[in-house]
DNA sequence: TCCTTCATGTCAACATTCTGACACGTCGGG
DNA sequence: CCCGACGTGTCAGAATGTTGACATGAAGGA
């Protein structure tokens, strides 16, 4: 498509659909969406988020991470206690299923993330990460 | 959301919807999605695209570009012909409104794109956007 | 103490997008 | 010449995400 690609935004959003696309077909095997895996990996290294925590970690509002996780209960891949003592966060465990099916989807995911970054020479992989962060920081709703 | 930043899809994702975000607030006042936006930017850059083709610039099928063309075309932004001498492909053009309103929204979006890029060293913001290109290309469907 | 503010989970309605499917026109080789 | 592959526009159905709303509990200041 020419020209656009002269702006960081569209190379942005074509980058992040490419990832998305490619995530999702690595995924397909394993029956998981990557809204999913995404919650899965967000649990594996932070148990005992909240729905909405892992909402906003996932980028996805609290009631399609509702949604999600709901799916995941019933799966077996993910606990939640019915009732807590105080509040009403309900902290998310993954099972020990959870975690057998996190590090299996999580092997090809690395793969895909693997082949995009071996594109970028090595000596500017750090500052490319940090410049995408930097990138987010500087637009975000809390930076205005 | 700590140590998860550390993987470049993730910042990737937050990146894109972080934009994502910032510019469907200020195209708002112009009653206009992104995706309609960016259809009309498409259309500025290279008129007589079709609908299939407005759709693959656009990272959207083109079931969906239709429906945001048909609303375009409706407030009379856009126009296409209603039959065409050969083939299916029905070309696109804008409408001198569509034109004045691309051009306004434009005008918002690129200090979008700005505050974005300022949080970058100018000496390495060429080098993102190829970075960013190059990611894009290696993960493709068509590379492998 | 009270009460205002904030955060959470959940329900409902709505919007947007995608996949599957069909009909039609073009282009190419057999 | 014919026919298969390909591209296009469109319809229908399903999946997914979002906003708005409500009830409830926690936290902090007057």
């Known amino acids: 498509m020419g020209h656009l690609t002269e702006s960081l935004g569209y190379v942005l959003k074509q980058s992040a659909k490419a990832l998305h696309l490619a995530t999702e077909e690595v995924l397909r095997p394993f029956d998981l969406t990557v809204a999913q895996f995404s ?6 290294r932070h148990p005992g988020l ?70 970028i020479p090595e000596k500017r992989r750090v500052k490319l990460r940090k410049d995408l962060a930097a990138c987010a920081d500087a637009i975000a709703p809390s930076a205005r």
Chains 1, 2 share one sequence.
Request: glycine share 10%; hydrophobic share 40%; with cysteine.
């Open 39 to 44: 919650c899965l990996e967000l649990l594996g």
């Open 50 to 119: 909240s729905n909405a925590e892992l909402g906003r970690g996932a980028f996805v509002s609290r009631q399609s991470m509702n949604l999600v996780l709901r799916g995941l209960q019933q799966r077996g891949l993910v606990t939640r206690p019915d009732t807590v003592a105080t509040g009403w966060a309900r902290p998310t465990q993954l099972t020990p299923e959870g975690r057998a099916q996190l590090h299996a989807a999580a092997e090809s995911v690395r793969k895909v993330e693997k082949r995009m970054i071996s594109a």
